[in-house]
């Protein structure tokens, strides 16, 4: 050999064992070593408990393996969202952890806008630089954090902006469930209730459906109640999923719930067919909203929601027949959660509108899920840092909004304008999802510091500065997770596979470095493994219990159905009087408030919705659910089919979508199952993220087409206050 | 012969994968680098299979030009090695997960996730991390007895071990098995020449030496006779 010639193997190291191996001893080809796997298939091992991440709802799952790779999953029967079944977007999305699209290695921004990879430890440092440096010139309150709840997320990065000194940890909340949290907060005291749709005779789902936002539980509890015979109505502008196991569709106008509860209310007060008793004992000021509908006639009702007033006047009729077994369900992401002016008003209106029923707490009627929590932690390495005295920024702008959520689009408004000046993200497409995408990356662009922590490149990282890889929901142990329902449990998301990139790390890692890079690593003296033990400690469980079991049950503490008579608000009642919401400008008690925009001629509301097998824009990229939505062109926007005829619009034509924001050509599929005055546009699709190969230009981003605004007083996103024109291309 | 061959091998592996400034200045000196040329130019030309001799009478034969297997821009980007500086910043921006221009010179990457049976939902896919082949290339590691580093072990079919097998069985003298593990290993080095072409100019030093692979594959399957299909991964 050369002299200049490479002498040792660089990094390809001899074992011991192979040292002393004789030359080539053990070569086997690939193809003997397929065929010898053929022959013995490696064992299928149980590798563990975990929670699905494919949506919010956190499913929990065995998983296995199978050579150390994940071979398959199955639900867990004891988990209460799942209920031992996975949906279609829980398998599908599993292939994340394999994905070519993983994020490998932190990133930071170059000088021409393209990201390149850099070490962990100048990551940390440069962003603790620019941390320290705003706490010095601003202080803390001019840091954000906006992370999409997980249950590790959820404990770290609030424990950072804590440490920090900073109040402003968002959710994901405006831009889905906010409105409907902080309208039932007023009314009921508390932000979701369940509507007993197993045992119901009558439910009305708003906007809502379990098929197509899938929390399998609620879909088999809806089956089990209709074929038991419950009658199950869909109040949606659109014919959805959930139409499988519904008897009746009503097809509203989006944007006008709000009146139909009020002339259903109507139409109970004036007849007398409510619940007077329970009223009696448990609310407070019905006589100010009984007056306020009296005017909320159903003729006055149909001609804003176009449903015909007799149709109104039998629903209202019909849930008082079945009550106490009927109830409005609570709606989530749509009418009730961030979708219009309305929103927080809508959701409000409903839950007063479930008390005239007299349903809470009875079989059948609705009910808020008991849970369990862990106890105090006495360790005085788990001590808390001091809560910031300040409020989270947009309390006050929006009063009525949860703070538990926080108006996050507000606070990154407030870039340009000085006030905050470095921004977080864990796990949040926040720029794709929340409000205009153009607008909000203008916002993160603008801040001092940047910083994006997920598994691939999204729109949000592509706006930061930084971008640090996480590591994929399979490849980590979180902090234990309480779920409420009928029967609360605590559940674990385990690792059940090795790490596929040595170079990610998991949350509750990064946070603890970056913490210890910020100077405040004396809040973060534990591992998550110590801390979720402690937590389960405090009920008489250990971590070891939870790891083998995934799910634990709480019995104790499982619901019981009699009337419920006490509430979270300052009182213990029922609330139809609300002295927060007149406060913020609305009425003390609920009444018709017209959304911010009406279709006009040749226009239409721009309204969006999950499909059964996506989650928002996060599982777009993979490969298998995207091959579905092909097969099926379910990026298509959906028009009324009578509307189209008179347009000359074909089903499958091109067409052009335009609005304030946004012009975008797709197809259309022409149908009877949406209301005239809507297009739906499903919210997956629309990836401007090149490094996302597979959803990459697939179909339209609904976002686009909504201009940055917030709803007044709740803060929600108002994601349906959107007019679009459509044409046909080339016509 | 088995030296010069092995070295190859080896410079390549150093080239896509880890090294350290010194290992990678060493490697890229100038003298060092003009033996890998020569060694890689015989490789390519020889009609023989890996480490053999050549027959007496074809060491007449004259050396055909780089040229004659690779572009005028290859050669001329062959015959100039980045420095260890601009090695880093390539590896940082295409041989990092997740971003556009990335050409992450893993196997698993460009093949099918899974033929087996019982295997998971997307085992058909292309395009994951941890196919039959990263599971493959961990047995044969440790039936061969090597250990990897912990940045690699998660992707034993990266290129560069790959490479780095192929040299380490022709040092062992298992010339077959190394002849017979190159041409099997090799084949989805077109596809992968194919993300590399799209970053341009700046990955023509890479795409040579993939291309330099992909001519050592032909000729060594050549000389075995044995035809590519039977070799297809």
Redesign the interface.
Known sequence: ??E???TR?????????????V?????????A??QA??DE?GE?KKAGHSLCNSCSSKCGFTAYT???????MIGDADHPYCDGTLCARG??Y??IA????????P?KKQGDG?????DWDTAYAEIAEKVQKIIDEDGPQALVMIQDPRPSGSFYTARFMQALGSANTYTHGVACNMSKVSGMTQAIGAGDFTSDVENAKMVMFIGRSYADGIRPASLHAMQKGYQKGAKFVMVDPRYNNSMHFCTEWVPIRPGTDLALILAMAHVLITEGTYDAEYIAANTVGFEDWAARVESCTPEWAEEITGVPAETIERLAHEMWEAAPQSSIEQGWRAATGCAHQNSGETARALCLFNTLLGCWGLEGGAYTPPSQSAGKLTDPKFAAPAKPEAKIIGAAEYPLSASSMGVSTYALSQIPEGAVKGVFFYQSNCVAGYSNPVQLAEFVEAAELSVAIDV??TETCQACQYVL?DTCYLERTEVPEFVGGKVPVVSLRDQVI??????TRPVDQIFTELAEACGVGQYFQFTVEELGDAQLQTLGLSLEQLREQGTITFPEKALKYAPKTTWGTADKKVHFTSEACEKAGFPASPGWLEPQVMPGDGQFRLIGGKQTIHTHTQTANI??LMEITKKYGLERIWMNAQVAEEMGIQDGDEVEVSSETYTGTTRVHVTNRIEPTSIYLPSHYGCSV??Q?TAYQVGLRQMDFVPFHIEPGYGGTMSQETLVTVKKVGA | MT??DA?VF??I??CF???SED?WK??A?N??W??FLTATRRLLQDERPLSAALAPIAHARTSEPFGEFLSDDEVRALYAPPSFKEKQ?F???HF???????A?PVE??YVK?S????????AQ?E????S??A??MD??LA????????????TPDHL??EC??V???L????ND?AR??LI??TAWLETYRARLRRIGDDALFYLALVDVLLGVRAMQLACTSVSDDEHA?
């Not at chain 1, 030359?23 to 193809?31: D, K, N, T």
């Not at chain 1, 199978?66 to 071979?71: E, I």
């Not at chain 2, 033929?115 to 997307?122: C, S, V, W, Y």
Request: net charge negative.
């Open positions: 050999m050369s200049h010639a490479i193997r660089g990094f390809l190291a001899r074992s011991a064992i192979g040292a002393a191996a030359a080539g001893a053990g070569y086997v080809g690939f193809e070593w397929k796997h053929a298939p299928l199978r050579d150390g790779r994940l071979a398959t398998y599908g599993a292939s394999y994905s070519e699209d993983r994020l490998t290695d990133l393209t990201f390149a990879a850099i691939q490149m890889p090795e790490k596929v990139h040595p170079n490969p298998n090149p490094e190969r | 030296a010069h070295q080896f410079t592996s150093s994968g880890p090294a290992d060493a490697c000196s003298a060092a003009s033996e910043a590896a940082a921006r990092t997960g997740g971003l556009p221009t990335s992450v698993s990457l996730w033929d087996r049976a019982n295997a998971a939902p997307f896919r395009g994951l991390y941890r039959d082949v599971l493959y047995d044969l039936a061969l007895g090597f250990e990897l580093p912990d940045v690699l072990v998660a560069a071990v780095a097998v040299a380490a069985l040092e062992d003298g298992s098995h017979s593990f099997e290993r991964a």
